[in-house]
């Protein structure tokens, strides 16, 4: 089955560190661009960062620039967020997500995802 | 920042009724604009891609239209499963923006 599988969530303190993984089955893992997305809760959806298929371009949101690293290695299908200085409002669930069409293009839409891992930063 | 504000906030509806969302981007987006239903406890699903294009096994229900600013799904009659937060989102420029939701409930 195509699918994404998300790890490595929990409880961390304030200005503590975790790193997330995706793991990735039954495509060709790297075709593919990447993103995580999270969701705080109850509340909208909110890209995080975004590493391309051959991984030689990354971006960032600005709330999380300069503390989350996103990176993968597709040796091992798998791709990863370093989150460091965690926040109070870095609470959420963390979405891996796949965009749509194979390559190093623009197409960043997402047409798979995992059921996501929480992250909750205790204050 | 390219901000996606949608409307309404909660649409209350009934099976069979004909729905409109509107997305409203802050600035130009082209037709760089996807929309996603999410339910209860479960990930995003990607329904239309480039304002317009269903994605892959989307029901026919489902339509897409808009460029430049303004966006519209339409879901010409709903299912009960269709009960559901919609998002839309650009990819016109970074960041990558999300809009707040509008949430289709039973009514």
């Known amino acids: 089955e195509v699918q994404l599988l998300e790890s490595g969530g929990g409880l961390v303190q304030r200005g503590g560190s975790l790193r997330l993984s995706c793991a990735a089955s039954e495509f060709t893992f790297s075709s593919y661009a990447l993103s995580w997305v999270r969701q705080a809760p109850a509340k909208g959806l909110e890209w995080v960062s975004a590493?391309?298929?051959?991984?030689?371009?990354?971006n960032h949101a600005d709330s999380v620039k300069g503390r989350f690293t996103v990176s993968r290695d597709n040796s091992k299908n798998t791709l990863y967020l370093q989150m460091n200085s965690l926040r109070a409002e870095d609470t959420a669930v963390y979405y891996c997500a796949k965009v749509g069409v194979r390559g190093n293009g623009d197409f960043w839409y997402f047409d798979l995802w995992g059921r996501g891992t929480l992250v909750t930063v205790s204050s | 920042e390219i901000v996606l504000t949608q409307s309404p906030a909660t649409l209350s509806l009934s099976p069979g009724e004909r729905v409109t969302l509107s997305c409203r981007a802050s600035?130009?987006?082209?037709?760089?604009l996807a929309w996603y239903q999410q339910k209860h406890g479960q990930a995003p699903r990607l329904l239309i891609y480039?304002?317009?294009n269903r994605a892959t096994g989307i029901p026919a229900r489902f339509s897409g239209s808009g460029s430049g600013t303004d966006f519209t799904l339409t879901i010409s009659s709903l299912e009960p499963e269709d009960f559901a937060i919609y998002y839309c989102?650009?990819?016109?420029?970074?960041?990558?923006?999300f809009g707040g939701g509008t949430k289709v409930e039973i009514k």
């Open positions: 600035q130009s987006v082209s037709n760089y």
């Open positions: 989102q650009q990819r016109s420029n970074w960041p990558l923006t």
């Open positions: 480039d304002a317009s």
């Open positions: 590493m391309s298929a051959s991984g030689d371009r990354t």
